[in-house]
C-alpha cells in the first residue's frame, strides 16, 4: 500500500518561521517534523511515498531527495503556490496513488499511532483514525459509532489526519481547489465510512508553542 503526506500547506499559523522554511522542515527533537512521518511509515512497512508540496516544496525535495536514505521512494506531487487543500491535493495525487486504496497523513502531525496496523484495505470508502478532542479543538468533529464514523450524534472526536481512503472516493470530483470533509460526511450518510478511536500520543503542531511544546517532550526523551 502507497502513503500520501500532506506537506502543501502555507502554515499561516507558523509564521514568521514557516516565511523562509516550509512547516514540514520545521524541526522538533533534532530533526524535520516530516521526518518523524517518513521515519514511522518506513518502519511500519509502508515503502512507496507520495509527497505533495507548494510553499517553498524545492526546499522539502531537496531535503528529503528520493527516500532513500530512509528506506523509502518518494514522488512528488507539485501544486502551486496557494496549495488545493486536501481534497483537492489528493485528488491531484491520484495519478501517482494508483488504482489500490492508500493511506494518507497530514504533514503536520506527530504521533506515535501504530501505521502498521493501516496496511489493510478500508471495507469502505474510507476509514478514519480519531482522538480525544484536543485543547485547541474542543468541539471536535465526527462521532463513532459501532464502528462507523458518523456527522452527528453521540459524543464528537476529532479527526487526526490520519485516514485510509478508496480512490472512489474522489469519483466525479474535477481538478481544482476543494476540501475533502464535503466528500468525507457525503460518505458518511451513505455508511460508507468507518473509524477508530486512538488514545494514543498525538499532537497537531500548529502553532509555534505547539512545536516548542513538542521539541522539549522529544528533545526529553533523547
Not at 515503502?47 to 516544496?57: F, K, Q, S, T, Y
Not at 474510507?126 to 450524534?153: K, M, S, W, Y
Given at each position: 500500500?502507497?502513503?500520501?503526506?500532506?506537506?502543501?500547506?502555507?502554515?499561516?499559523?507558523?509564521?514568521?518561521?514557516?516565511?523562509?522554511?516550509?512547516?514540514?522542515?520545521?524541526?522538533?527533537?533534532?530533526?524535520?517534523?516530516?521526518?518523524?512521518?517518513?521515519?514511522?511509515?518506513?518502519?511500519?512497512?509502508?515503502?512507496?511515498?507520495?509527497?505533495?508540496?507548494?510553499?517553498?516544496?524545492?526546499?522539502?525535495?531537496?531535503?528529503?531527495?528520493?527516500?532513500?536514505?530512509?528506506?523509502?521512494?518518494?514522488?512528488?506531487?507539485?501544486?502551486?503556490?496557494?496549495?488545493?487543500?486536501?481534497?483537492?491535493?489528493?485528488?491531484?495525487?491520484?495519478?501517482l496513488?494508483?488504482?489500490?486504496?492508500?493511506?494518507?497523513?497530514?504533514?503536520?502531525?506527530?504521533?506515535?499511532?501504530?501505521?502498521?496496523?493501516?496496511?489493510?484495505?478500508?471495507?469502505?470508502?474510507?476509514?478514519?483514525?480519531?482522538?480525544?478532542?484536543?485543547?485547541?479543538?474542543?468541539?471536535?468533529?465526527?462521532?463513532?459509532?459501532?464502528?462507523?464514523?458518523r456527522?452527528?450524534?453521540?459524543?464528537?472526536?476529532?479527526?487526526?489526519?490520519?485516514?485510509?481512503?478508496?480512490?472512489?472516493?474522489?469519483?466525479?470530483c474535477?481538478?481544482?481547489?476543494?476540501?475533502?470533509?464535503?466528500?468525507?460526511?457525503?460518505?458518511?450518510?451513505?455508511?460508507?465510512?468507518?473509524?477508530?478511536?486512538?488514545?494514543?500520543?498525538?499532537?497537531?503542531?500548529?502553532t509555534?508553542?505547539?512545536?516548542?511544546?513538542?521539541?522539549?517532550?522529544?528533545?526529553?526523551?533523547?
Amino acid at each position: 500500500m502507497k502513503a500520501m503526506i500532506l506537506a502543501a500547506g502555507r502554515g499561516e499559523r507558523m509564521r514568521p518561521l514557516t516565511d523562509h522554511t516550509p512547516k514540514p522542515l520545521l524541526q522538533a527533537g533534532g530533526k524535520a517534523l516530516i521526518e518523524h512521518l517518513i521515519e514511522a511509515l518506513a518502519a511500519a512497512g509502508f515503502r512507496e511515498l507520495v509527497i505533495n508540496h507548494a510553499h517553498l516544496g524545492e526546499r522539502i525535495e531537496a531535503a528529503l531527495g528520493d527516500g532513500g536514505r530512509y528506506g523509502v521512494q518518494i514522488a512528488w506531487s507539485r501544486e502551486v503556490e496557494g496549495a488545493l487543500e486536501t481534497g483537492g491535493g489528493i485528488h491531484r495525487a491520484l495519478p501517482l496513488l494508483g488504482d489500490a486504496p492508500f493511506l494518507a497523513i497530514n504533514g503536520d502531525i506527530w504521533t506515535d499511532y501504530p501505521f502498521a496496523r493501516l496496511h489493510r484495505a478500508p471495507d469502505r470508502l474510507a476509514h478514519l483514525v480519531l482522538i480525544d478532542n484536543p485543547p485547541h479543538h474542543p468541539q471536535g468533529d465526527f462521532t463513532l459509532q459501532n464502528g462507523l464514523v458518523r456527522p452527528e450524534g453521540g459524543p464528537r472526536l476529532t479527526f487526526s489526519g490520519i485516514g485510509l481512503y478508496r480512490p472512489e472516493l474522489f469519483q466525479g470530483c474535477q481538478p481544482g481547489k476543494f476540501p475533502l470533509a464535503p466528500l468525507l460526511r457525503a460518505a458518511m450518510h451513505q455508511d460508507a465510512v468507518s473509524g477508530e478511536h486512538y488514545q494514543g500520543n498525538w499532537m497537531d503542531v500548529g502553532t509555534p508553542e505547539r512545536l516548542a511544546a513538542l521539541d522539549r517532550d522529544l528533545s526529553g526523551r533523547r
